[in-house]
């Protein structure tokens, strides 16, 4: 496999850093034809559908793509913006934000980009341009919370598959999860408070996360159990005990086992207890997107509000709240330990000086 091309070695310049923040991906519109290409590439990759790759070829070309593309993108058209997606622009609201934060918190030596895992902005490319821009040290930071060798793993492969072919790789930084982190926590039960403030508290918080097949804890993935964390703190950072709340999973596809409780008939199970008003938040997704915003807070509702349910509260996602941007900006500095990315003007003095001499050695050598 050849080299990519890339620019010369720059002497006497000053290595750039970079934040690339990954989220799932989106199609670049609400059409089949749009949701069919986004549709593919995710369903191809062999992190998200463990099936021997020739069976599950004929699975996907010939049953899902030419039946699931046309009804997604109906889907997607209930929640399309003006904007576009609602996961572009929240993922590229965060990354602007973030990015302002960290020069206010003195890094202004550290810029935050977007990517994603599959569609358009694809990370392969992004890592091409900060390339081209001499960042020589990146930190991938994704958009899950909660680790899975389905989406965060996936990410680490795209990472490793791009410098595969790069002959000056930069130091790279690879967030794992922060299930737990503080700032994380924190924002979830800032949300949730809010809600409660505005709209009052329902008879219990449904915390759904994003199902995966049950054989993958089985295989030993953490995810369950970082969802079971995460649910932990917040209900104690909320002050409510096991009774107040329910860990579910939802988006089952397919018909093996996948983690359980379901999310959809879980809530109908509720509003057949006599449970009035359900209070609904998505903790491992940051941005809102179809996931939430028409399983949740249509398909799911819908079954909460026939099952007999008279009040659903969707709580959205974290997207650009203060608090979840402050949490994201606490989870980058950890990462950007020991890299000069604050430095004082006598520093800068002096690193401009040294690479100065760099600079001039380089050229006597004949580089």
């Keep these: 496999m050849p080299f990519r091309k890339e620019p010369p070695h720059a002497h006497g310049s000053i290595p750039q850093h970079a934040i690339v923040l990954v989220n799932l991906g989106t199609p670049d519109e609400p059409t089949r034809p749009a949701v069919r290409r986004y549709l593919k590439q995710f369903l191809s990759d062999p992190r998200v559908v463990e099936i021997p790759s020739r069976i599950w070829w004929f699975i996907l070309h ?25 996961l572009m622009v929240h993922t590229q609201k965060q990354a602007n934000l973030l990015d302002r934060m960290l020069a206010e918190r003195g890094h202004e030596g550290v810029k935050v980009v977007m990517a994603m895992r599959y569609g358009t902005p694809a990370l392969s490319d992004v890592l091409e341009r900060l390339k081209e821009e001499h960042c020589d040290r990146i930190v991938v930071l994704p958009a899950y ?13 795209a990472v490793f598959g791009h410098y595969r072919r790069v002959r000056n790789i930069p130091e790279l930084r690879l967030v794992k999860h922060y299930h737990d982190h503080e700032g994380y926590i ?62 579910t999973f939802q988006s089952r596809f ?107 050695h380089a050229a006597q050598l004949g580089a």
């Design 186 to 247: 924190k924002a979830l039960a800032a949300s949730v408070e809010a809600h409660w403030d505005n709209h009052g508290r329902g008879q219990k918080l449904v915390m759904s996360f994003h199902g995966v097949p049950k054989r993958t804890l089985l295989l030993g993935d953490p995810y369950f159990c970082e969802c079971q964390k995460t649910a932990r703190l917040l209900a104690a950072e909320l002050g409510i005990g096991p009774e107040a709340y329910l860990v």
């Design 62 to 86: 010939l049953f899902i793509l030419p039946f699931r593309s046309g009804q997604s993108a109906a889907k997607y058209r209930t929640i399309w913006t003006r904007e576009g997606s609602p």
């Design 145 to 157: 919370p909660q680790y899975s060798g389905t989406t965060t793993a996936s990410i680490w492969d």
């Design 254 to 360: 397919g018909k093996a086992e996948w983690l359980q409780p379901y999310t959809a008939p879980t809530v109908q199970q509720l509003a057949r207890e006599g449970v009035e008003r359900i209070d609904v938040i998505c903790p491992g997704f940051t941005s809102d997107c179809l996931e939430t915003l028409e399983e949740i807070n249509m398909e799911v509702r819908h079954e909460f509000e026939a099952a007999g349910g008279k009040e659903f509260h969707y709580i959205p996602c974290l997207n650009e709240s203060p608090a979840w941007i402050t949490g994201m900006a606490e989870i980058a500095e950890q990462h950007l330990i020991g890299w000069p990315t604050v430095t004082t003007p006598v520093q800068q003095a002096a690193q401009r000086r040294d690479l100065q001499v760099g600079a001039q």
